[in-house]
T-cell receptor, first 113, second 115 residues
Framework: NAGVTQTPKFRVLKTGQSMTLLCAQD?????MYWYRQDPGMGLRLIHYSVGEGTTAKGEVPDGYNVSRLKKQNFLLGLESAAPSQTSVYFC????????????FGDGTRLSIL | AQKITQTQPGMFVQEKEAVTLDCTYD???????LFWYKQPSSGEMIFLIY??????QNATEGRYSLNFQKARKSANLVISASQLGDSAMYFC????????????FGKGTKLSVKP
């Protein structure tokens, strides 16, 4: 039972390149989230989805796009990478309910040169 | 204004001693939940403990307990009998009602356990 799987784990890009980060879950959760983690900043929400076919903006959405074509997958895209997007990206899922936590993937470390 | 404040960027504790990590929050909602996560140096986010705003008892999970003071809007994490493996970043987070499951995170506290 893999839980939440992020692909890739590491990536180095040049400024202006594009890429897609994949989050796949086998927990049958409706809600999925993308965060970025920067030193001293905690985790900040980029985009999220409350179900297949839905997406919404979080706290820091600029420069990113997302898609949720299938319930189990949530994709995060960078159309034209910038050095300011160098960060660790986390995907999380949530099945609903008051006491349930979010479940996180292991993160993707992305460097933009 | 920050919704989750963790005022201790870094802390040290001696092995086998107890340590308290501070978390204060700001919300006008009556219904909310508070979460603590641990992030070891390997990077994964590990859920530790949950406290609901209507819970009358402080939450406990093994060596972790939550000192919940609703009137002061604080939800401090207490780790008893610290172990070397407790060295990590610790994040406090809040979920408000109607937030579609979204969590608001504090900036974290780095705990170092000394042998």
């Amino acid at each position: 039972n893999a839980g939440v799987t992020q692909t890739p784990k590491f990536r180095v890009l040049k400024t202006g390149q594009s890429m897609t980060l994949l989050c796949a879950q086998d927990m049958n959760h409706e809600y999925m989230y993308w965060y970025r983690q920067d030193p001293g900043m905690g985790l900040r929400l980029i985009h999220y989805s409350v179900g297949e076919g839905t997406t919404a903006k979080g706290e820091v959405p600029d420069g990113y796009n997302v898609s949720r074509l299938k319930k189990q997958n949530f994709l995060l895209g960078l159309e034209s990478a910038a050095p300011s997007q160098t960060s660790v990206y986390f995907c999380a899922t949530y099945g609903g309910g008051t006491v349930q936590p979010q479940h996180f993937g292991d993160g993707t470390r992305l460097s933009i040169l | 204004a920050q919704k989750i404040t963790q005022t201790q960027p870094g802390m040290f504790v001696q092995e086998k001693e107890a340590v308290t990590l501070d978390c204060t929050y700001d919300t006008s909602d009556q219904s909310y939940g508070l979460f603590w996560y641990k992030q070891p140096s390997s990077g994964e986010m590990i859920f530790l403990i949950y406290q609901g705003s209507y819970d009358e008892q402080n939450a406990t999970e093994g060596r972790y307990s939550l000192n919940f003071q609703k009137a002061r809007k604080s939800a401090n994490l207490v780790i008893s009998a610290s172990q070397l493996g407790d060295s990590a970043m610790y994040f406090c987070a809040m979920r408000e009602r109607g937030s579609q499951g979204n969590l608001i995170f504090g900036k974290g506290t780095k705990l170092s356990v000394k042998p």
